[in-house]
């Protein structure tokens, strides 16, 4: 258990759904860092948040959101799903902004049908 | 942040010590090295980080050449449980935010 836990382990839903992924951080880190793992992009950064706020974004879709709340949680919310947002989404967090090694969750099997 | 390049595959036997080679030619005086690893579909996980000196603890030790320019990653006695994808990455340790970004890794199969 690597300390940083991510709900739910598995999601199947239809094209055209909304989801939402959460991820709280291990204790005592205040950024928050998703990203997207596909079988042919490989590990994409998505974004990440500092203690509540946004602090970089890479590959991002519009229809993808997310925040973090003040007991630091985060939560990424996928809509209007497509079939190729099929991927695990990680999430990973750090003690500082970007911090000396990030932690990460075992992840989120999102699969579009 | 550096580019790096690392070999796309390679394979070690049980028991021996798994060299796994980085490229990073292109690093700043501030950028260090990072290796992290991934097993199956699990969350990838922290190995080592250094940036000049020669670096060591549970898991590995990473060997930097003195001009900075490559590195390698050293498993001093494989087992089968370090099959993985291993990644290496160059960050700059720079004020703000930084992200790891992951390239294509080094698949290493431990074969018994």
């Known amino acids: 258990d690597s300390g940083v836990t991510q709900t739910p382990k598995h999601l199947i839903t239809a094209t055209g759904q909304r989801v939402t992924l959460r991820c709280s951080p291990r204790?005592?880190?205040?950024?928050v860092y998703w990203y997207q793992q596909s079988l042919d992009q490989g590990l994409q950064f998505l974004i990440q948040?500092?203690?509540?706020?946004?602090?970089a974004k890479g590959n991002i879709l519009e229809r993808f959101s997310a925040q973090q709340f003040p007991d630091l949680h985060s939560e990424l919310n996928l809509s209007s799903l497509e079939l190729g947002d099929s991927a695990l989404y990680f999430c990973?967090?750090?003690?500082?902004?970007?911090?000396?090694?990030?932690?990460f969750g075992s992840g989120t099997r999102l699969t579009v049908v | 942040d550096a580019k790096t390049t690392q070999p796309p595959s390679m394979d070690c036997a049980e028991g021996r010590a798994a060299n796994l080679p980085c490229n990073h030619s292109t690093i700043s005086g501030n950028e260090y090295v990072y290796w992290y690893r991934q097993i199956h579909s699990q969350g990838p996980q922290y190995i080592i980080h250094g940036l000049k000196n020669n670096e060591t603890n549970e898991m590995a030790s990473l060997i930097i050449t003195e001009d900075r320019k490559s590195s390698t990653l050293i498993l001093p006695h494989a087992t089968l449980r370090d099959t993985a994808v291993y990644y290496c990455i160059g960050l700059r340790d720079r004020a703000g935010s930084y992200q790891l970004t992951f390239g294509k890794g080094t698949k290493l199969s431990v074969i018994p």
């Open positions: 204790s005592g880190d205040l950024s």
């Open positions: 990973a967090s750090s003690v500082e902004q970007g911090g000396y090694g990030y932690t």
């Open positions: 948040y500092y203690n509540g706020e946004e602090r």
